[in-house]
């Protein structure tokens, strides 16, 4: 047996495979591009590690794509035969290896509350942590991340290996809550003590953005930005924040720069850059900002994952993008698939049938049932995401009470909305008006 430089007890014998591997988890705690070369090599030189084989296995299913679960299967089917092989690894590698398998059966939760338990006397640990702050963050339950950040904290100090990196995942956790000037304290001693914790960093742009400190957010962003551009795709979603602020004051051709040049520079279809996209030329739309083809050039990706629904949270903003095409078949097909999953078991299958449907429903103007508007923003948290992400549905539900004229709704709407954001341009824009897009009317 063997304590790695993460705390993590392996049984690991091979130094090529264990340097590889501390390497791989250090960039996924900083958000590195070479993270999955890293993890590569250790399992090149190591096929038999078993907490790469863990950490395999949890990225490809928190990347929430259809195909990507058979590879996810295969990581943890080799971590049970290298844990068999090594009579039943260390006490970590179980873990690990047991909080995945629960995960790949679509069981987040337990899979968190796994980790939780067989690290309760080592709740600093930072793998076990981080993944389980990944899987509470997707699935939007801000109230267990910020539990097992401050069961984190009780043992935390500045000198434990990953130190600004748990904090950074505490500042988050805080942020989440509303708790603004601790979230902001916390974050900004992450980045101080860990200069690559990005995490940390865009902690601290919530912070700006719910507290409506425009001027202060971009200059907190442009001042991180050694951190962060040099990111994988996070590097996308911090852009993202940016462009938010910037759309705050009002410069919609700064906007329209970011997202050519930082926000969307690729085609890609991971649902976070897709989730970055669509929210910001939805709102763009809004404000009767002109965007342009930049719709289109969504519109093969979107129509590929109209029957994906591994994660609601991205299948709603597949759907919000399809809407914006205005292509109805498409959309229907969308909300078949999540009527379908809704009918199923595991945490996705819940999530569909107590929020993402109604909520799939009130956008498209299928089937939705009048005056369950402001409960379903009530239930929005669950889809996963943060405050700042999931505000894009609010603002669709607001419109979509706008549409009905449900004022009561849309008033209920509004007074959540604003208990953990400052008020904004965008709210008035929804709020002011009917829709006008011509591809929205198209679709009812």
């Not at 957010?217 to 462009?243: K, T, V, Y």
């Not at 709407?413 to 009917?434: C, F, M, N, P, Y």
Request: charged fraction near 25%; aromatic fraction near 6%.
């Amino acid at each position: 047996m063997a304590i790695d430089a993460y705390d993590l007890s392996t049984s690991a014998a091979n130094p090529a495979a264990t340097a590889a591997f501390e390497e791989a988890v250090h960039g996924l705690a900083a958000h590195r591009p070479s993270t999955g070369v890293a993890l590569g090599r250790a399992l090149v030189a190591d096929p038999d590690h078993v907490p790469a084989l863990a950490l395999k296995g949890f990225a490809n299913l928190i990347l929430a794509r259809e195909e990507l679960a058979a590879p996810a299967r295969d990581a943890l089917a080799a971590a049970q035969a290298a844990l068999a092989a090594k009579d039943g690894g260390t006490a970590d590698e179980r873990a690990l290896v047991e909080a995945l398998g629960l995960a790949a059966q679509d069981q987040f939760t337990q899979a968190a509350d796994c980790l939780d338990a067989r690290f309760a006397d080592r709740p600093a640990t930072f793998l076990p942590f981080k993944i389980a702050h990944a899987l509470r963050f997707m699935l939007g339950d801000a109230r267990g991340m910020l539990a097992a950040s401050q069961r984190m904290m009780v043992r935390w100090s500045a000198d434990r290996p990953a130190a600004g990196f748990l904090l950074g995942c505490h500042a988050f956790a805080v942020e989440e809550h509303g708790a603004y000037g601790a979230a902001e304290a916390y974050g900004r001693l992450a980045v101080s003590l860990q200069p690559e914790d990005a995490w940390g960093a865009h902690a601290v742009s919530h912070v700006h953005e719910m507290r409506g400190d425009t001027e202060a957010g971009i200059a907190w962003l442009e001042g991180s930005r050694a951190s962060w551009s040099r990111c994988n795709n996070f590097s996308f979603h911090m852009a993202w924040h940016l462009a938010l602020l910037h759309l705050e004051r009002g410069d919609h051709e700064h906007v329209l720069r970011l997202y050519d040049e930082e926000v969307r520079p690729q085609p890609t279809d991971d649902f976070r850059d897709m989730a970055n996209a669509v929210s910001l030329l939805w709102r763009l739309d809004r404000l009767g900002v002109d965007v342009g083809g930049r719709w289109t050039e969504m519109a093969e990706i979107a129509r590929k994952r109209r029957a994906d629904t591994s994660l609601v949270f991205a299948s709603l903003h597949t759907l919000i993008a399809l809407v914006a095409l205005g292509d109805r078949p498409a959309a229907a097909e969308l909300l078949m698939a999540l009527q379908v999953r809704a009918q199923g078991n595991g945490d996705q299958a819940r999530v569909a049938a107590e929020v993402g449907l109604p909520l799939a429903r009130a956008i498209t103007g299928m089937g939705a049932e009048r005056g369950s508007l402001d409960r379903i923003a009530a239930s929005v948290p669950r889809l996963g995401g943060s405050n700042a992400q999931r505000d894009l549905f609010v603002l669709a539900l607001a419109e979509a009470a706008v549409r009905r004229g449900d004022h009561g709704a849309v008033q209920a709407i509004r007074g959540a909305r604003r208990r953990l954001k400052a008020e904004d341009r965008l709210i008035e824009a929804v709020d002011g008006r009917t829709p006008s897009n011509a591809r929205l009317r198209a679709l009812r």
